[in-house]
């Protein structure tokens, strides 16, 4: 699964990068993924709304055993 969900962040990552901003892969504890947003994003205040419309709703898509995730 951790591979699955690392290809995933991979596809959004140029997006986030576009931005000034990156999302790494903390870790994985019962289909729930914990990722920290740096750069750009970890100050943001949209980054709450990226989080869950971007990257959770994208992972969801990408692996089905995900059932969220939680910024850390």
């Known amino acids: 699964m951790e591979e699955k969900v690392k290809a995933a962040l991979d596809k959004v990552r140029p997006m986030l990068q576009a931005d000034g901003g990156d999302v790494e ?25 990226t989080l869950k419309n971007g990257i959770e709703k994208m992972l969801k898509k990408e692996v089905p055993e995900v059932k969220s995730v939680e910024s850390v």
């Open 25 to 49: 892969l903390v870790s994985i504890e019962d289909g729930v993924v914990n990722v920290r947003l740096q750069g750009a994003c970890a100050g943001c205040p949209m980054s709450q709304m």
